[in-house]
C-alpha cells in the first residue's frame, strides 16, 4: 500500500469512513435506528437459525436453505453494522487499511453466498410447487448440501482473487472514504493505480455473481406464477400469491440495488444514491429475509419456537433439581 511515484513514499495506513458524517445533526439518531435494525436482525436469524438446528420436524431442503441464510445475514450485518454504529458516535471516523481490506472481503464473501443461496431457494420452491413429484428424489440431502457447499466454496475462492486484486492498490491520498463500509468503488477512487484490470475483474465477478443468479431466480419466480396462476381456488391463489410476491419483492429488492450499484455504469447521478441504495441491500435485507421467509409457514415456525421453549425449560428445570 506504499506509492513511489516521483520518487516520494505516501504510505496511508488508515481510511477515514465518511459514513454519513455530512449529516452531523442526525447521526445520534441515526444510531439509534440502525442499532434496533441490528439488534432485531441478530435476534431474528438467530432464534431461526436456533429453531431449525434444534427441531427435526424442520429439517427439509427449504429450512436447510432457510438456516443458512439466517447464518449468513447474521455474519452479513456483523461484517457491517458494528463499525457503522461506532463511526456514528465517534469523531475519529478511522479503520485500518488491512481492516478495510477484511471488511471489504467478508462483505463480498456473504453477498456472493447469499445471492446464489436466495436462487437455491427459489429452485427449490420452483420444484415444490411446479414438480411436486420430483421435488422429493431431486431435492434430496446430499444435493442440498452439494448445492451449498459449492456456493460457499465458490465465493471463497473469488473472492480472494478479486481481494488480491484490490490490495495490489496504491494509495496516495486522499483516505477519506465517502461510505459507511469498505466498498469498492468509494476505495478506487482513492486509488492512484491502474484500475482498467481490475474493473475488468469485477464486472466478470458481477456478472456471474449477480446478475447470472438474478436471472435464476426471477425465471423460477416466473414458473411458479404460472403454476399459481392455474390453481382454481381463489384463497388458495391469493394465499400463494401474496406469499409469492413478498418474497420476490425482497429479492427484486436485494438484486436490483446491487446491480444499480455494481453493474451499471458510474453515472453522477447514481453515485450520490449508491450509499442509499446500499443500505437495502446491507442493513434492510438481512432484517427482512427472516420474516418474510417465515411467513409462509409461521404456524410451524410458532411450533417448534414452542418446542425449543419447552426443551429450555426442561432442561433447565433438570439442571436445577441435580444441581
Not at 495506513?13 to 445533526?25: C, D, R, S, Y
Not at 465517534?90 to 456473504?110: E, M, N, P, R, W
Not at 447470472?212 to 381456488?233: A, D, N, Q, R, W
Request: aromatic fraction near 14%.
Amino acid at each position: 500500500m506504499v506509492d513511489t511515484e516521483k520518487g516520494n513514499q505516501t504510505g496511508i495506513t488508515e481510511f477515514i469512513l465518511l459514513g454519513f458524517g455530512t449529516f452531523p445533526k442526525v447521526e445520534r439518531l441515526l444510531f439509534c435506528f440502525f442499532l434496533v435494525i441490528y439488534l432485531m436482525t441478530i435476534t431474528g436469524n438467530i432464534l431461526i437459525f436456533l429453531i431449525v438446528v434444534a427441531d427435526q420436524h424442520l429439517h427439509t431442503p427449504m429450512y436447510f436453505f432457510l438456516a443458512n441464510l439466517s447464518f449468513l445475514d447474521t455474519c452479513y450485518s456483523s461484517t457491517l453494522l458494528p463499525k457503522m454504529l461506532v463511526n456514528l458516535l465517534t469523531v475519529k471516523k478511522t479503520i485500518t487499511v488491512s481492516g478495510c481490506l477484511a471488511q471489504y472481503h467478508f462483505f463480498c464473501f456473504c453477498a456472493g453466498v447469499e445471492t446464489y443461496l436466495l436462487a437455491a431457494m427459489s429452485y427449490d420452491r420452483y420444484l415444490a410447487i411446479c414438480r411436486p413429484l420430483l421435488y422429493a428424489s431431486i431435492m434430496n440431502r446430499k444435493f442440498c448440501f452439494l448445492l451449498m457447499a459449492a456456493t460457499w466454496i465458490s465465493s471463497v475462492i473469488v473472492n480472494v482473487i478479486l481481494v488480491g486484486f484490490v490490495a495490489q492498490l496504491s494509495f496516495c491520498g486522499p483516505n477519506v472514504i465517502d461510505h459507511y463500509f469498505c466498498d469498492f468503488h468509494p476505495l478506487e477512487k482513492l486509488s492512484c493505480s491502474d484500475t482498467n484490470l481490475l474493473d475488468l475483474v469485477l464486472l466478470f465477478i458481477s456478472v456471474s455473481f449477480v446478475i447470472v443468479p438474478f436471472l435464476l431466480t426471477f425465471l423460477s419466480y416466473i414458473c411458479i406464477i404460472g403454476t399459481i396462476i392455474k390453481i382454481k381456488s381463489t384463497i388458495g391463489r391469493q394465499k400463494a400469491f401474496s406469499t409469492c410476491s413478498s418474497h420476490l419483492m425482497v429479492v427484486c429488492l436485494f438484486y436490483g440495488t446491487l446491480i444499480i450499484v455494481y453493474v451499471l455504469p458510474d453515472y453522477p447521478t447514481l453515485r450520490y444514491l449508491n450509499k442509499v441504495f446500499s443500505i437495502f441491500y446491507t442493513v434492510m435485507t438481512p432484517l427482512a429475509n427472516p420474516l418474510i421467509y417465515t411467513l409462509r409457514n409461521k404456524e410451524e415456525v410458532h411450533k417448534a419456537l414452542i418446542r425449543l421453549f419447552d426443551k429450555i425449560i426442561i432442561l433447565g428445570l433438570s439442571f436445577h433439581f441435580f444441581s
